[in-house]
């Protein structure tokens, strides 16, 4: 190819020093005007073919479609390309796409916009968050599952296409009043936390539970948000004491969050 654009480009230079003769000389009237249009002639199909040349090393060149990593080359100098053979790889990180799937009855409580936390074998102590794109528009009717497809944002470049993660997905949050399960005394079938109130004196109040996870137990009724509760010591404390916290700043009952019914691990491919 490089030999046939050198030939093209010779006969153009050499059709254009041919036309720019005839030119001069046409001026004086010293060339009949059928010799100038014969070298007008040629140096339009000099032209041509140099442009044919060109357009042909230009379908050899394989470009690049967007920026990315390129894998390993399966092909080598001097191998001659077919349509269809795979050259090489390459590979946009930036933006991780994770697929996975959730169970059919879970389908009314996924949407576009939600977010998700996805773990790696590789990288234990890393969570990655990402946010549904894609919500499957049909059901496996052999799994009965609906396929998801997130997007991670992959700024350091640990993620790669391939790898196999755990994805977490909460469905039905709602934020709860939660307190140590430590704090919580049963006594005669009732359950009771002892809170703090007006000048540190101690209150036995009445509470109804709910779900408990990690060490924390749901309070349904009976406290309210800002509630001061007792969680060392409550085997020594009585109504009607006066106490005080290690750091003279009991700690308010806050409003963490409390997934409900949340969907099972699932793996997908990044």
Known sequence: EASRLAEAQANVDD?????SRLQNLSNSNLVADNELDQART?????????????VDMDDRLVRAPFSGFLGFRNVSEGTLLTPGMVITTLDDVSVIKLDFTIPEVYLAEVGVGQEITARSIVYKDKQFSGVINVVGSRIDPVTRGVSIRAQIDNPDLRLRPGMLMTVALALNEERVLVVPERSVIASQGQQFVYTVGAENRVFRVSVGLGRRRDGLVEITEGLQVGDQVISEGVIRVRPGLTVRTGSDEPVQLGRPQFPRGAVGAATGGA
């Open 15 to 19: 059709a254009k020093r041919q036309m």
């Open 42 to 54: 040629n140096l339009e199909t000099a032209n041509a073919r140099l442009e044919g040349v060109l």
